[in-house]
């Protein structure tokens, strides 16, 4: 980890806790290895890293605080943080219809909120499509109706981040990637924090997957979603690849208190729950008080999860920001076996903020 103006000040008890979970997951297969950041604010808790890139294969490497991981979905929250960014500075209102934005959107009855909250309606899955070129990918979107009367039901889709991420092209004139970098990722001095990496930095890389299906070969150092490898590597839903000091630094700017990404009605709005009744709490592109991948944490406390075994968390009260990064699905992928190997990583370090 290269050096940093956030304050060190690691917890030995804490520190054993996380290893020894750590541990015990990469003897049981979940992951080969694993990166865990906990800090209070500015200033680092514990920070473990285990086990290897690709358990004994050729090419593994041991894992280190440094190395860096597919972030798969957490990508949404870097979305829709420029999505609110364009909201604040009244580029686009979140009660205006999606069509209104892109003309090519056939279902006028979505609105830019709906894709915030996951509650569109549209039910495309995305990986359907991965073998169609870009155009004929968005276009296939856009085209799609909602299942449900959008703003009814909760139903967390892909499909709202991609289309988030073409609002903000469309709105900020420049390409989703390009804004993330230039609204986000410069101004917080997230170094690491990127599309489509080059080659050269594939050895600070964790692969995530030997894919002998569609690609037939080790997905490593490239997105693993597949419609977001068939759209050249950027989608609002996934594509981004980081590690645990720049993810530390990005949830220190939501904290309150910190106006360097949005200011502090903005940030309250978007960690509210903008859910209908009943159903699963969703902010503006955060996940609410989620028991299977966040446990017993106080109300409030919000968060987002990858498929590929990463995972941000942030309870405000007490300031705690936790960083889980792994690559469950190497080799394969299968059933989500480390929601509960991390649980209790993310209880003790709340329980002991």
């Known amino acids: 980890m290269r050096a940093s103006p956030l304050s060190h000040g690691v917890e030995a008890p804490l520190t054993a806790h996380i290893a020894a979970h750590l541990d015990a997951a990469i003897a049981q297969r979940i992951t080969p290895g694993a990166v865990v950041l906990v800090a209070r604010g500015p200033q680092l808790r514990a920070l473990v890293a285990r086990g290897t890139t690709a358990y004994d294969d050729p090419g593994s490497r041991p894992v280190t605080v440094s190395t860096s991981y597919d972030i798969a979905s957490i990508t949404k929250v870097f979305t829709a943080t420029v999505a609110l960014q364009l909201v604040e500075a009244g580029h686009v209102a979140l009660d205006v219809p999606v069509a209104r934005v892109l003309p090519a959107m056939c279902d006028e009855r979505i ?36 299942a449900d009367v959008p703003g009814t039901v909760v139903a967390y889709a892909n499909v709202n981040s991609l289309l988030l991420g073409e609002v ?51 997905v490593h150092g490239t997105v693993h979603d597949e419609s977001a490898a068939a759209l050249d590597g950027v989608a609002g839903h996934a594509g981004l690849f980081s590690n645990a000091a720049d993810l530390w630094r990005f949830g220190v700017a939501w904290l309150a208190g910190s106006d360097r990404l949005l200011g502090p009605a903005m940030r309250a709005q978007a960690v509210a729950n903008h859910s209908p009744p009943g159903a699963m709490p969703c902010g503006l592109g955060w996940m609410l008080d989620r028991p299977t991948s966040m446990g017993r944490v106080p109300s409030g406390t919000y968060g987002h999860t990858g498929f590929t075994g990463t995972l941000l968390i942030i309870e405000p009260r007490s300031d705690t920001i936790i960083v889980i990064l792994s690559n469950r699905t190497f080799p394969r992928r299968g059933e989500p076996l480390h929601y509960a190997a991390y649980v209790p990583i993310i209880e003790r370090a709340i329980a002991t903020a």
């Open 111 to 146: 609105l830019v909120r709906h894709l915030l909250n996951h509650t569109s309606g549209l039910a495309l899955r995305l990986s359907t499509l991965r073998s169609l070129a870009p155009p004929a990918l968005l276009a296939q979107v856009c085209a799609a109706r909602a």
């Open 168 to 218: 903000i092209r469309q709105v900020g004139g420049e390409p989703l990637d390009a804004a993330i970098r230039r609204r986000i990722c410069e101004p917080l001095g997230l170094q690491d924090t990127m599309f489509n990496p080059p080659a050269a930095l594939g050895h600070q890389i964790a692969p995530t997957e030997i894919d002998d299906v569609w690609r037939k070969r080790v």
